[in-house]
């Protein structure tokens, strides 16, 4: 499975340092398995996660495997970030060439930027860094700057998925929302118009009173998710003259139970959650229960944000 930068390593998940021989490995499984069973009190998502974390490492195969290769973001672009209109698939095919949804600006740019501004500084003054993206380096830096990649990959990858939509829709990547932040991206088509904020928290959420909260040790989120993306929405429909009709936070698909999940609403605007592979189909058959009427007004606003739209 990709691994996010937030998540724990397979040695961290079952308790051992990475250097450990084989043997204290598998005495190191055999307790955790004990610790998280179901049937002794532990936890099934726990558990789970001990026998996911064995698959990895268990085999001195896997286990130098795990030691060697980067880790991959879901969608299959390396940390290296090489353009998509480069890419090819793993066998050396070109992609998939039917016309794409017509987009700007440079999706998770910001983010990389400012990770590796931040991973340089805690690096310390004069170190070098033959490569910022070396996964051991990622995985002993702090939360902060692991966040900051984790962001960063999640929003390229909504990029691929909201590529996928087609000629009839346009989207706007990492968006300028005056003192209020960025909005990462913003989808116009038939639909509506969205606007959606990439994330990956390293762990699974859940929604409660009206809001994206954790719902495992060690996920952190920042701030109200949901209703401050719908904040920056509001302020920037209302200079642009437009209005959203939602504000979507895309999830990767293991940290959220449901396919789609209604938040609420904030000041007219629908808040949902979406796990990243289902975001091409929502939006393409649009949200229940949101007025989908655009109709010739689509190109007067799509004219708007071409003309009012900046990058951050």
Known sequence: MPESPLSASPYEVLGV??????????????????????????????????????????????????????????????????????????????????????????PGGWRRERYLEMIREWSGRGTTLDDPYEPALVRSAPWEIRHALADAL????????????????????????????????????????????????????????????????????DGRPAHDLAGRARRLGRELGVKFAGAIVVLPDADLDAATAEIGSHKGVALLAVQRSVLAHLLRGGVPDLPRALGSDLFEVRTRLQQGVKFI
Do not use: C, N
């Open 17 to 106: 340092d990475p250097r450990v021989d084989d043997d204290e490995l598998k005495r190191a499984y055999r307790r955790r398995l004990r610790e998280t069973h179901p049937d002794t009190g532990g936890s099934a998502t726990e558990f789970r996660r001990v026998q996911e974390a064995w698959d990895r490492v268990g085999t001195p195969e896997a286990r130098a495997s795990f030691d060697r290769l980067r880790p991959v973001p879901a969608g299959g672009a390396p940390y290296s970030g090489e353009p998509e209109a480069t890419m090819r698939t793993a066998g050396g095919m070109p992609r998939d060439t039917r016309p794409k949804a017509r987009s700007y600006g440079h």
């Open 154 to 221: 999640a929003e390229e990858a909504t990029a691929r998925a909201t590529a996928e939509l087609g000629i009839g829709y346009t989207v706007w990547h990492d968006v300028l929302a005056h003192d209020l932040g960025k909005i990462d991206h913003i989808v116009l088509g038939p639909t509506g118009l969205f606007a959606l904020q990439s994330e990956d928290y390293g762990g699974p959420v859940a929604i409660k009173r009206g809001e994206l909260v954790a719902a495992a040790p060690g996920v952190h989120l």
